[in-house]
Each structure stands twice: as C-alpha cells, then as structure tokens.
C-alpha cells in the first residue's frame, strides 16, 4: 500500500470517527486528561519512559516509549516508539526513569539509547539501551490474535507536554487495519510515542496524533498492531513478536 493512499485512508477514518461520535444531545470533551501517578499504576509507569532529542541548536523535542523487552543475556532493553519524533534525529537521544519495578525514584535516572530503526510514514520506531536494573515490567508486542473491540478500555501512558510519566484510561471508539481510535483522556503534546496497553500487559499500539494536542480534549490516534507487526517483519526484528507475558 502506498503512503498516498495510506494518507487518504487516514483522512476518510478521522471524517468517519468524528462523523460516528457526533451528537449534537452529547457533549464528550468537557474534561482535561486525568493523569495518574498513584502506587495502584506503578506496574504501567516502570515500563513507561520519556524520550527527549536534543540538537545542536540548543533545542529538544519530548515524546514517550514503552518497554516492550528485555534481554537477559545481553542486558538490553527494546523500546518501542513512534517514528516522527526522529525527524531530526542528531544522534542525542535520552531516555528518563522514573520507575523501576514498581518503585518510584527520587530523581529520574537517565539513559542514552540507541536507534535500531524508525520510519516516519510508518511512524514507528524501536530503541534499545542498558539499563542498570533487571526490568520486570515489560509490555510485549500482542499477537495478532488479540481482540480489541469498540469500547474497551485500555491504558495510555505517556509524558504529556514532556512531564513527568503518567498513565491515562482511554476508550476505544474506532478499530481499523491501519489506525486504533480513542475518546477520553485523548494524548497531548509529548504522549507520541507512548504504547497503548491492555489490561494483561500486552502493547497493542503506539500513540501518534491527537485532535486536541494542546488540551486532551478530542479523539486520540494509535498505529494498529497489524502495522506495528509488519514493521517488524520489514526491519528483520521479528523475535519482538510473540514474546510471552512475564
């Protein structure tokens, strides 16, 4: 499939999203995002990451990152993330941890990582680093088999305008073979990036765009697990797939 034609789908899925939730009896987007942060979330938060590019120019862009593995045998952490935050990529990204196995630390510790690869039409990208702790919160990339339904609740963590991580519920509202769709608690500025996790623990897509950046209070866009599994495929990174649930 071609980007043009990927481009075009993405359109008439946003027209047909907004189209869907339109009720001129009901009001959806009357509230800003709840973040949570409290010791009942520290499973999704010490596997969640904030990502910072810094440039030559003195200026950063923050996005966020999902844990996805962790070899043991080579001490590496892969992180998964979405493409468009390397767009000026100049070899200075960071990752800051804030949690480490459910334990919240009293000042984030700070990683370099290394880009395996990203793509900017895809819009996603994997990352990997040596963390100086064994992680035993991970979020495996799901298997394809696994039902997402209009409705569901499920988990969007992130570091909404570049803050500390958080954990945000959203709802899905929409599924397609390119894009999830999301009410609720919809991503700010800084959440790109960030996985969408179900209640088991499994990823089932990257955060990547949002109607209302600024305030969270429009529809939330996700790339789709049949992508994220392609991109996979394409790149030869194909033992992060199928990983069981620790």
Known sequence: MTNFIRFILFILIIISVIAINYKQSEVYYIKTP???????VYRWLSGSFRIENRFSTGGNTFGSGTLCHYDRKTNTGYI????HLFKSYEDKTFIDVCYKNKIKLSTPTRFKVEIIDYNELEDIAFLKFKPDWVPNECFPIASLNTKINVNDYLW???????????IYKVKVILVSD???????NS?????SGGGLITNDGL?????VRSTDPMNGNGLGSFVSL???HLYCEDIGLTELL?????
């Open 178 to 184: 390119l894009f999830l769709f999301t009410k609720e």
């Open 203 to 207: 990823c089932v897509g990257i955060c």
């Open 34 to 40: 709840t973040e949570l942060r409290d010791k009942s």
């Open 187 to 191: 991503p700010r500025y800084g959440r």
């Open 242 to 246: 199928n990983i069981p649930k620790q």
């Open 226 to 228: 049949s992508r994220i």
């Open 80 to 83: 998964i993330t979405c493409g």
């Open 156 to 166: 969007s963590p992130g570091c909404d305008m570049g803050c500390e991580v958080a």
